[in-house]
């Protein structure tokens, strides 16, 4: 069973920094997924990646897909108190059989 | 508007005394799917429905069952809860399981817990 990898596992900072954060494997993935959850809701989608070296904007987001499709980065430019959250990366592998979440960045930005 | 909606947002039950969780979707989506989450933990898949077609993880408990009467609903139903299910429960869609397809949207949880 692939495992997705997420560091740092925890990131504070101030308000107007910018931060990257990392979902790796060992394994290829046909898709990525990025959520961002707060406390006592539902994971909230933010992108999905599917193509090698794809590279995807949403505002402050900046998402990167690995050439190999083995790993994925998520940059956030002037961070802002809002952004404070869980954010998960989550997948299936190139086989379709498993669909896995990476346990997790919590990311706090303090005004 | 809401496209997975899942009722209640937190139920209590006791030890022992079975519980359903309710989710709806108005995406038209294939695929539902039920996770389980505990606290600082990540989503954990406890299966998923393509169409009728019933998928369960291979470490999903006995204890857990779930239906799909229709495109719209599915139901998780928790048989005898023990003190150790105690968690959010969160329901899942997505078109298909491939590619762009496989998104998943995810409703806002319901936490339960047991006494």
């Known amino acids: 069973t692939q495992l997705l990898e997420q560091s740092p596992q925890f990131l504070s900072i101030q308000e107007g920094e910018n931060l990257t954060v990392y979902c790796n494997s060992s394994s290829v993935f046909s898709s990525l997924q990025w959520y961002r959850q707060e406390p006592g809701e539902g994971p909230v989608l933010l992108v999905t990646?599917?193509?090698?070296?794809e590279v995807k904007k949403l505002k402050r987001l900046t998402f990167q897909f690995g050439d190999a499709r083995k790993d994925s980065s998520l940059h956030i430019t002037a961070a802002q108190p809002g952004d404070t959250g869980l954010y998960l990366c989550a997948g299936r592998d190139n086989y379709g059989q498993n669909f896995v979440f990476g346990p997790g960045t919590r990311l706090s930005v303090l005004p | 508007d809401a496209m997975v909606i899942q009722n209640p947002r937190y139920q209590v039950t006791q030890f022992g005394k079975p519980v359903t969780l309710s989710c709806s979707q108005t995406?038209?989506?294939?695929?539902m799917y039920w996770y389980q989450q505990k606290s600082s933990q990540a989503p954990k898949l406890l299966f998923h429905?393509?169409?009728?077609?019933?998928?369960n993880e291979a470490d999903t408990p006995d204890n857990f069952q779930s239906r799909r009467p229709n495109t719209s609903f599915c139901f998780l139903d928790i048989r005898s809860p023990g003190l150790g299910d105690a968690a959010m429960y969160l329901c899942a869609t997505s078109r298909g399981l491939a590619g762009m397809s496989d998104t998943q949207y995810f409703g806002p949880g319901t936490r339960l817990t047991v006494l």
């Open positions: 990646v599917v193509t090698g070296g």
């Open positions: 429905y393509y169409d009728k077609d019933f998928n």
């Open positions: 995406l038209n989506h294939n695929v």
